[in-house]
């Protein structure tokens, strides 16, 4: 299988755009064209991730989007394996079936699944909240409570999606490239069926946007505006006007779905500025999924932790930041920055 041959049919998905330029790799790398973007992977595979961007730059900036992606993994460090992956796909892929959803899945190289839906390219006012939206129909299975484990070390059971919240609906989303090696196992991305197995067994499927037309128009009926659940009471007692664009984009995403990242990157920055537990927790308390006892806890880890605030490097792996020339952001190359008066931790 040409690797590149095949990521180039797929980012035009048979609807005729131009799929470049993209962004490829943890610091995002701008590439213009397929040679480049053939380059890269020739450059690295099997020696580091190799993760390009899951939509181009002209469909992040006209709110075009052709493509739902999500993944399921399985959390080894609690024991799970591969039993519990098939457990999962099977849930994930019943519930597919009966919305009579077309899919392409790939196996991760490592431990997990990742299910591509292409349907015909589509303008969204709010393309995340839909597909969220959509998933929520999907089965809860029963799984270990990952952010109790992280925070407290304790092993509980709760009823959950089976897919990886992080990935659904996250249009900054940069995905393993299929064919290319994992670094660490050596094995391939590659497309497969059946029950989860090494060797796996292998596929090569069609991308069938068109058979998918139902499904973008689901998506389009769940084109809406997220819901805002105030619970601060009018709290929240902290300036942001001035911070750092990533900061603001963080506070922004909790009007819908604030990842793990965004979270994290704004309590920390909010520790780093002295501010008190009860500050950090209000801040978030207008969150959907706000879980007042889990936020004091989590702020509490972050806080014995002591780590440093992530520089834009990492900020811009994570989707955090929208800057596309680094130079532009008077913050480079780390927020820290705007802590200390202009100079970085480092530079004083």
Known sequence: MNIERFWYEYMKRTNGMEPFPREMMRKRLRVDNLTEFASVISGYNGKTDLYTSLYNDWQMKNNVFDCAFFEIDCYTEVGEDVHTLNKMAEVVETFLFDEGVWYRRFFSGKKGLHYYIAFPPCHFHYFGNAVRTWARRMPKVERVDMNKYIYTGEITMIKTWPYDPRTIGNTKQLVRIPYTKHPRTGLKCIETYGRVSIPMLERHESWLPEENLHFQQKLKRLD???????????????????????????????????????????????????????????????????????AYAQVASIRQSGLANMGCDKIAYHGLCDEKQKLSCPMWPSIDRYLFDGETEDEK
Do not use: Y
């Open 224 to 294: 809406k505006e997220p819901e805002i659940v105030d619970r601060s009471g009018g709290m929240i007692d902290f300036e942001f006007s001035e911070s750092p664009k990533c900061i603001r984009k963080s506070l922004m995403a909790m009007r819908g779905h604030l990842t793990h990242d965004q979270a994290w990157h704004l309590a920390n920055f909010m520790v780093t500025l002295g501010a008190e537990d009860k500050e950090i927790v209000d801040v978030f308390r207008i969150d959907p999924r706000f879980n007042e006892s889990m």
